[in-house]
């Protein structure tokens, strides 16, 4: 199991950190990605250094996508030619497509959710053509959520879509949420 994580400048930290956090400890391979650049600084200033190019990923090689929120951070990943590619290639191949806090709309934009159920940071909801009230929503192939007080469920719902309810749940009591 494989996933990307694009970060942009701007990122939510606690959307970011605990995806990649939660799905490490799964046992899930996570490829940090920088849209654009090698050096990519959060919205509270935390400074990353990602793992990958993003010319050097090959969609063929993940399972799944998975974009934090963040403004301006949704925004910029928004403006990326290459990251709306690679969502649209997993899109075709039925792989995995998270989204958190407002980049569901970037999935929206693109008519990824015009026959999807989802959910949004509260207040956008007006962005999306099926919103749901809702921390967590699952349609099919995508996985919305609302925003950095849903990351811990967000990232448990990816690892159970992974690698199953039973990891889930260890992880769950594990972590002790």
Do not use: W
């Amino acid at each position: 199991m494989k996933i990307l994580v694009p970060l942009a400048n701007g990122f939510e930290d606690i959307e970011a950190f605990t995806v990649i956090d939660i799905l490490r400890r799964a046992g899930i391979e996570v490829d940090i990605i920088g849209v654009p650049g090698n050096i990519i600084t959060s919205k509270v200033g935390v400074r990353v250094i990602v793992d990958k190019n993003l010319k050097d990923v090959k969609v063929e090689e993940y399972d799944g996508i998975i974009l934090p929120g963040g403004d301006p951070g949704y925004k910029n990943l928004e403006k990326s030619k290459e990251i709306i590619d690679i969502i649209k290639k997993m899109d075709e191949r039925k792989k995995l497509i998270a989204a958190i806090c407002a980049s569901p709309s970037i999935l929206a934009k693109i008519g990824l959710l015009d026959d999807k159920k989802a959910t949004i940071y509260p207040g956008m909801e007006k962005l999306l053509p099926h919103p749901r009230d809702e921390r967590v929503v699952i349609d099919k192939n995508v996985i919305t959520s609302q925003g950095p007080g849903t990351a811990i469920e967000f990232s448990l719902k990816i690892v159970e879509y992974l690698s199953g309810k039973q990891k889930a749940l260890a992880l769950r009591k594990a972590l002790v949420v």
